[in-house]
């Protein structure tokens, strides 16, 4: 299954596995399975099993039908390193993205412990975007499991941000995204909390991508910080870092 997404720091998703089962304090309010339930409710033929976790053969090679450009979010509604996907089928995923050269994907894991197992059989390339979220300080070891993979370009997401994140180290990473919670039962997110890794960003030239306040309410909390929008990107070119600033 592949759509177009509302999702501001990526342009489309697809899902070759859906469903996931919950490993830390930032899947309590999994908007995944909200949907999920919604979809199998429609009898969508992907979510037949609602929220189970389920790999899906036919929908492999869809990125290789999009001829036009753009950055992909693989697996939405996942996480392509869950302990119930194979690793033959994550082979067939990065197979898949190596071959569509012409997208970017970004990938969004909270089990590291796998990527760092199979990160040196993995089909490393530039337009594979690898990231880790990291939603609390307790999942800090993340962090330097994704510094030690294979991958070229890796990124965090801090979202939903749930606590301080003082003792993060920017070392390494080449993209930060933060977000507070948003949808049924959202958890408060802090300025000073967002403020701070803003400031880790500027300090070591990290694009900082400031998602939003969130809230039961988001669009009316908006995405402002300190008066302006930060909705940084990072770039390669010739293997070099390159900076957007905007705003």
């Known amino acids: 299954m592949a759509n177009t997404t509302s999702i501001e720091w990526t342009e489309a998703t697809w899902n070759p596995v859906t469903g996931c089962t919950k490993v830390s304090a930032g899947c309590a309010n999994c908007y995944a399975e909200r949907l999920a ?24 090679h869809l990125p290789l039908t999009w001829k036009k450009p753009r950055s992909i ?11 119930d996907v194979s ?7 990065f197979d898949v993205m190596s071959e569509a050269h012409w997208h970017r994907f970004q990938i969004l894991t909270k ?8 990160s040196r059989i993995l089909r490393w390339q530039p337009n594979i975007w690898m990231g880790v979220t990291v939603e609390n300080s307790l999942c ?3 962090v330097d499991m994704l510094v030690g993979s294979e991958a070229q370009v890796k990124f ?11 003792q993060l180290s920017t070392d390494g990473i080449d993209w930060v995204i933060v977000g507070g919670e948003s949808g049924p039962g959202a958890r408060p ?20 991508f400031f998602k939003q306040w969130g809230g039961a309410r988001k669009k009316e909390t908006g ?9 940084e990107m990072p770039a390669r070119s010739q293997g070099l870092h390159l900076s957007l600033r905007n705003g």
């Open 156 to 166: 965090l997401s801090i979202e939903p941000m749930l606590g301080p994140l003082s």
């Open 140 to 142: 800090l070891d993340r």
């Open 223 to 231: 995405h402002v910080l300190d008066g302006r929008t930060w909705r």
């Open 37 to 60: 339930v919604r979809l199998k409710a429609m009898g969508v033929l992907n979510y037949a099993h609602g929220f189970e976790p389920t790999m899906h053969e036919d929908s492999l």
């Open 111 to 118: 089990r590291p412990e796998r990527l760092a197992l199979m």
């Open 87 to 93: 690793n033959e089928f994550i082979l067939k995923v």
């Open 189 to 208: 997110i802090r300025y000073e909390w967002v403020a701070e890794i803003r400031d880790k960003c500027l300090k070591s030239d990290v694009p900082f």
């Open 73 to 83: 979010f693989v697996n939405s509604m996942s996480d392509l390193f869950h302990e």
